[in-house]
C-alpha cells in the first residue's frame, strides 16, 4: 500500500523559510516523478514543483528562485525548501505520486506565512 506523510509544516513571518518532508512508503521510491502541490480555501490544487525520478526539476512560476525541491532515495524522501516566504505561500500542502495508474495524496501540512 502507497502511503505519502508530509511534515515540517508551521507558521512564519513573510521572509522566512521553512522545509516540507514527504516519507514515502509501498513504491520504489527511485523509480517515480515526486510532486508538490498547495491548495487554498475555494481554490484547485496548484502544482508547485516536481523532481523527475532523473532528478530533473519543474516550478510553477510563482516560486521560482524561492523554492527547491530535492530527493534523498536512500531515505524514500522528497523535500520542499521554502525560503523568502510570502502571505501568499499560505495553503495546505500536499506530496503527490502517480503510480500504476492512481494518484495517491499524503495528509498535507499546514503552512502559514503571516507577521
Known amino acids: 500500500q502507497v502511503q505519502l506523510v508530509e511534515s515540517g509544516g508551521g507558521q512564519v513571518q513573510p521572509g522566512g523559510s521553512l522545509r516540507l518532508s514527504c516519507a514515502a512508503s509501498g513504491i520504489i521510491f527511485i523509480g517515480y516523478d515526486m510532486n508538490w502541490y498547495r491548495q487554498t480555501p475555494g481554490k484547485q490544487r496548484e502544482l508547485v514543483a516536481t523532481?523527475?525520478?532523473?532528478?530533473?526539476?519543474t516550478y510553477t512560476d510563482s516560486v521560482k528562485g524561492r523554492f527547491t525541491i530535492s530527493r534523498a532515495n536512500a531515505k524514500n524522501t522528497a523535500y520542499l525548501q521554502m525560503n523568502n516566504l510570502k502571505p501568499e505561500d499560505t495553503a495546505i500542502y500536499y506530496c503527490?505520486?502517480?503510480?500504476?495508474?492512481?494518484?495517491?495524496w499524503g495528509q498535507g501540512t499546514q503552512v502559514t506565512v503571516s507577521s
Open positions: 503527490n505520486v502517480n503510480f500504476a495508474q492512481n494518484s495517491y
Open positions: 523532481i523527475t525520478r532523473g532528478g530533473t526539476t
